[in-house]
């Protein structure tokens, strides 16, 4: 492609999808239609890339694919912006959206909507993307692509006619939709005569460049050797390069209105980059910046402990390389009187979490010892002041709270009409407020609760899966803060209190989780040398007690010369045992007991 | 009655040093200069008691002549070893015929003459004056008896093949051949039995005048039939508080007694400690021979193939006797050292522990010292490390954070 394109032939979209609904097989398939990629490529693309990762520490995500394709007699570049990491990360999702004027929305033949599809369909319309409906796997013996149809049409007001059917794997129906994107998708609005302004809807950490940005430029052009300006962050820089991914990084001179691309720019850290922040021309800069995200508001929060302290730079610097290419994950070291060094960490949602956990297991083999998750609290206090809080521990003295206001989300979940009894019976549990509740089909079935995130936020995924038999999908989304008659739990192990064994909950069951938690905690501490006891106090006054017997007797009673090398293995074993635990005091709590703490099943 | 003389275990000694034997360091060809321990296994036995988890096969059938031949040819491979101690364990040596057992005594006493304590495991009912006379002429200085109860429901139950009785006339008939040096095993807690069960056990133990005393905690071995009733639910081990209970009752008992514990589970009237077994604890080397023995000697632990066919070929044929070698590296042994150490009562000497593995233990297990210390589990002086008594019945829990290095 020589010079720039015209504007009204480029289009710029996104696919959102549920997961496992074929998001990146129908990449693939537009990929390799528009000759991007050869079919071979295809398979190893991924491969290929996890290669370039391990030999030269890069990881290079082709989240914004560049693909020429002719249409009616004329060439159109198609910018594939994929949504980068987790589809369940609405904050990517997002901010991909935001960079487009198109979204496919691809849904399962099979499966029909979940939970997601309309999480990701709700963003696509906020952000001002047109949408165009695709029923994908049409070809599978189970497809029922007429009821998918309709149930788009009816809870997305996408007309059932206007949807596309394909199937992703076979190419079905593939072309097609390539034209439809050609036809239907608008164009980027034309201000190639602006000051420029690129948004930053992604950036990436090599070693070898620095921070590589992911833009899309909305008005004016970006060129090679322009010195330009991150206009929320203030600070000046050159461009080193620019180009386009096709998929393989390409350079290019120049990146005109309306086209994506990457910029580098000797920006060393991801931290000197804000995703969302705004490019412009150094010496004529924009006079406002776009309209970028929300930062992302990091909801749950756990501490990570070295299970040895020994251990601890080792996981500092685990959590140093984690950051490097996660923007959205924090940590601040954290010291607990009863659990030593270890760091706080704040995550966008629980998936993010886990991620991080695996991550943390796989990449570095350090040993940790988990808190349970928690919710960020904003308190009111007596002097007027607002504060936010990320761990039961920094709630101050009560006397000086005005009051206590926890995190809220809307969330949705699409379950099958048999399992509505035991669905609602849990929600309420969880003092979630049914607000509406819509009949997807007449066996499927969506409720819109409102919920305090902290109710939601360990167990809850699992039970409605388990009481769904698995059908059932959930996605949530924050709303806001609001007051609730909360008090703190405490509990003391050996009578030392421990704060990472701390809640936060409703007062009308605090008692009654009081109880249950120390029963769970008496089962998750192993017997010790001595006996343990458990206290549960709420507001300091102790209102529950439990016991953990001593061990009374435990020893080999014969250990002869033949028998050292297989009772070294016994013991060797018993000591294993106790590492991944945490000394709290004299006290050895495994990680399981700290996870406990939310576990409110019986 | 025999004379008092005979009663002198100190006697034995004064004789092998009278003929001019060593008796500390040995020399031996591995260049070990120290005391080592000689233990012979026979893996044989009239019937299979239920609990017991030790190799051995029927006696029945077997040639035993040929085992005991095949048993002295591994041994004239050590030659120019000295060893300070021997023990026939088993199994069941009293399964063999006597005059095998007493030729067995007999050559491994004239192989080996820096001996000085040199004891055979015995079954009650399975020996005679004439047996334990010869035995006594041939070398053996100390009888340990497996009587495990004196309670006749619980030795059925156990699926022992004596009676009350024959402990009683063992014992006796060891004390008139001339034996000075006699100990008895016991088991407690053995599913069904209540305190009074056990106290009636240890008390006619006492009543026998017996100089050792090792008392056992019924464990459920794999591989046994009670393990296979216990998780078929048909047998159900005692409760943890009675099974404690039992033990501090005998520690307390025997120490009444004028009985010394010197081991989680072994008490001897002063002077008559089992020199061979606190050779084991001490971590010193020892050389098992037959099939199935373990030893420990020089850097490695090996352990004989059990199966006696393949042994008996492999020693006939003048190979080696086919096992597994487990080389111990210089960590496993610091670990080894210190947890067979600490149950000893004495526990951990810190200069021979020093001397033995080139480290501190002091600060080598600074951590978990320090940390059982505070418990009240450790007690430290100026030349050991030991358990306290409160540790003795929960040992496994402390023992186990000396049992690998960080």
């Keep these: 492609m020589t010079g720039l394109m015209d504007i009204q032939h480029i289009r710029n979209f996104s696919i959102v999808a549920h997961i496992d609904h074929g998001k990146s097989t129908l990449a693939d398939r537009m990929l390799e239609l528009t000759g991007t990629i050869t079919a071979r490529q295809a398979k190893d693309q991924i491969l290929d890339t996890m290669d370039i990762e391990r030999e030269r520490g890069i990881t290079i995500k082709a989240s914004a694919v560049t693909m020429e394709y002719e249409h009616d007699g004329q060439a159109y570049m198609l910018n594939l912006i994929d949504t980068p990491g987790h589809v369940d990360?609405?904050?990517?999702?997002?901010?991909?959206?935001?960079?487009?004027?198109?979204?496919?929305?691809?849904?399962?033949?099979?499966?029909?909507?979940?939970?997601q599809t309309l999480a990701n369909a709700y963003l696509a319309t906020e952000s001002g993307a047109e949408i165009l409906g695709v029923i994908n796997k049409v070809d599978l013996p189970a497809a029922q692509p007429d009821l998918v149809?309709?149930?788009?049409?009816?809870?997305?007001?996408i007309r059932k006619n206007d949807c596309f059917r394909i199937s992703a794997k076979t190419g079905m129906g593939v072309k097609e939709l390539l034209a439809a994107v050609c036809e239907l998708l608008p164009p980027p609005a034309d201000r190639s005569g602006e000051p420029t302004r690129a948004l930053i809807f992604d950036s990436q950490h090599d070693d070898y460049r620095g921070v590589i940005c992911y833009v899309r430029v909305v008005s004016g052009s970006l060129k090679v050797r322009q010195k330009i300006q991150l206009m929320g962050a203030g600070s000046a820089y050159q461009i080193t390069e620019l180009g386009k991914?096709?998929?393989?990084?390409?350079?290019?001179?120049?990146?005109?209105?309306?086209?994506?691309?990457?910029?580098?720019?000797?920006?060393?850290?991801?931290?000197?980059?804000?995703?969302?922040?705004?490019?412009?021309?150094?010496?004529?800069?924009?006079?406002?910046?776009?309209?970028?995200?929300?930062?992302?508001?990091?909801?749950?929060?756990?501490?990570?402990?070295?299970?040895?302290?020994?251990?601890?730079?080792?996981?500092?610097?685990?959590?140093?390389?984690?950051?490097?290419?996660?923007?959205?994950?924090?940590?601040?070291?954290?010291?607990?009187?009863?659990?030593?060094?270890?760091?706080r960490c704040g995550f966008l949602g629980l998936l993010h979490m886990e991620i991080i956990q695996e991550r943390l297991e796989r990449e570095n083999d350090v040993d940790v010892v988990q808190t349970a998750p928690t919710v960020s609290y904003e308190l009111l206090l007596r002097d007027g002041t607002v504060k936010r809080i990320d761990s039961p521990s920094e709630l101050p003295d009560r006397t000086l709270i005005e009051e206590i206001r926890e995190p809220f989300v809307r969330l949705e979940i699409i379950t099958t009409t048999d399992s509505i009894g035991g669905i609602m019976n849990l929600a309420e549990s969880r003092r979630c407020k049914l607000v509406k509740t819509d009949y997807l089909s007449p066996t499927r079935v969506m409720f819109d609760y409102k919920a305090p995130l902290a109710e939601i936020v360990y167990d809850f995924y699992d039970m409605i899966k388990g009481i769904s038999h698995g059908y059932a999908t959930m996605d949530y989304e924050f709303t806001g803060f609001e007051a609730g008659d909360l008090v703190k739990i405490d509990i003391l192990v050996n009578h030392t209190p421990v704060e990472a064994l701390s809640l936060i909950v409703h007062r009308s069951n605090a008692e009654a989780r009081g109880r249950k938690l120390i029963v769970k905690l008496r089962r998750a501490i192993p017997r010790h040398q001595f006996e343990i006891p458990l206290q549960v106090a709420i507001g300091g006054k102790i209102i529950a007690r439990e016991t953990i017997k001593a061990y009374r007797k435990d020893v080999t009673a014969k250990l002869y010369g033949g028998d050292v090398t297989r009772k070294m293995k016994v013991l060797k074993r018993q000591k294993e045992g106790k590492k991944r635990m945490k000394s709290v005091g004299s006290v050895q709590i495994p990680q399981e007991a700290f996870m406990s703490i939310l576990d409110t099943s019986d | 009655m025999p004379s008092k003389s005979h009663l002198d275990p100190l006697e034995d000694v004064m004789a092998g040093v009278a003929l001019g034997l060593s008796q500390g360091g040995v020399p031996t060809k591995a260049g070990w200069a120290e005391a080592a321990g000689l233990y012979v296994h026979v893996p044989l036995c009239r019937s299979k008691c239920r609990y017991c988890g030790f190799y051995s096969v029927p006696v029945a059938g077997r040639d035993t002549g040929r085992l005991v031949a095949g048993l002295l040819r591994e041994l004239d491979r050590c030659?120019?070893?000295?060893?300070?101690?021997?023990?026939?364990?088993?199994?069941?040596?009293?399964?063999?015929?006597?005059?095998?057992?007493?030729?067995?005594?007999?050559?491994i006493h004239e192989r080996c003459p820096g001996v000085e304590e040199f004891t055979v495991e015995c079954n009650p009912g399975q020996v005679g004056l004439g047996l334990l006379e010869g035995l006594r002429r041939a070398g053996v200085n100390r009888l340990s008896f497996g009587a495990q109860s004196f309670r006749a429901a619980e030795l059925q139950r156990l699926g022992r093949g004596h009676c009350v009785e024959d402990i009683t006339r063992s014992v006796e008939l060891a004390r008139w051949a001339g034996f000075g040096s006699v100990g008895l095993d016991l088991i407690f807690a053995i599913p069904g039995s209540t305190l009074a069960d056990w106290q009636c056990s240890m008390e006619s133990a006492l009543d026998l005048n017996v100089q050792h005393v090792s008392a056992y905690s019924l464990s459920f071995e794999?591989?046994?039939?009670?393990?296979?009733?216990?998780?078929?639910?048909?047998?159900?081990?005692?409760?943890?508080?009675?099974?404690?209970?039992?033990?501090?009752?005998?520690?307390?008992?025997?120490?009444?007694?004028?009985?010394?514990?010197?081991?989680?589970?072994?008490?001897?009237?002063?002077?008559?400690?089992?020199?061979?077994?606190?050779?084991?604890?001490?971590?010193?080397?020892?050389?098992?021979?037959?099939?199935?023995?373990?030893?420990?000697?020089?850097?490695?632990?090996?352990?004989?193939d059990p199966d006696i066919e393949?042994?008996?070929?492999?020693?006939?044929?003048?190979?080696?006797?086919?096992?597994?070698?487990?080389?111990?590296?210089?960590?496993?042994?610091?670990?080894?050292?210190?947890?067979l150490n600490l149950r000893m009562r004495a526990g951990i000497d810190l200069a021979e522990f020093e001397r033995r593995t080139g480290h501190d233990a002091m600060r080598t297990f600074a951590e978990p010292i320090q940390r059982y210390r505070a418990l009240g589990l450790i007690e430290v002086t100026d030349r050991a490390v030991r358990l306290t008594a409160q540790a003795r019945p929960i040992a496994d829990t402390v023992l186990c954070d000396f049992a690998a290095l960080e």
């Design chain 1, 89 to 115: 990360f609405h904050y990517e999702v997002s901010r991909a959206l935001t960079a487009c004027e198109g979204a496919l929305l691809v849904v399962d033949a099979s499966q029909g909507i979940q939970a």
């Design chain 1, 245 to 343: 991914f096709r998929p393989d990084m390409r350079p290019v001179e120049q990146l005109g209105t309306g086209e994506v691309g990457y910029v580098i720019a000797n920006i060393r850290t991801l931290g000197d980059v804000q995703v969302g922040d705004t490019i412009t021309d150094d010496a004529r800069p924009a006079p406002d910046a776009l309209q970028g995200y929300k930062p992302p508001m990091q909801m749950v929060f756990s501490d990570f402990y070295p299970g040895n302290n020994t251990e601890y730079p080792r996981l500092r610097a685990a959590f140093d390389r984690l950051a490097l290419n996660d923007a959205s994950f924090s940590f601040v070291p954290q010291n607990s009187q009863a659990l030593g060094f270890g760091f």
């Design chain 2, 222 to 304: 794999a591989g046994t039939a009670f393990e296979a009733l216990r998780d078929a639910g048909r047998l159900r081990a005692v409760d943890e508080e009675l099974d404690r209970a039992m033990y501090e009752w005998a520690v307390a008992r025997l120490q009444r007694a004028g009985f010394e514990q010197y081991e989680i589970s072994n008490f001897a009237e002063p002077g008559f400690e089992c020199r061979h077994n606190l050779g084991y604890w001490a971590n010193r080397p020892f050389l098992g021979i037959g099939p199935g023995a373990a030893s420990s000697w020089c850097g490695n632990r090996t352990l004989n």
């Design chain 1, 149 to 157: 149809a309709e149930e788009i049409e009816h809870v997305l007001g």
């Design chain 2, 310 to 339: 393949r042994y008996l070929t492999a020693v006939e044929s003048g190979s080696e006797v086919p096992g597994e070698v487990q080389p111990v590296s210089s960590d496993d042994m610091i670990c080894e050292t210190a947890v």
């Design chain 2, 79 to 107: 030659d120019g070893v000295g060893f300070s101690t021997a023990y026939i364990g088993g199994g069941s040596p009293t399964a063999l015929p006597a005059d095998q057992l007493i030729g067995l005594v007999r050559r």
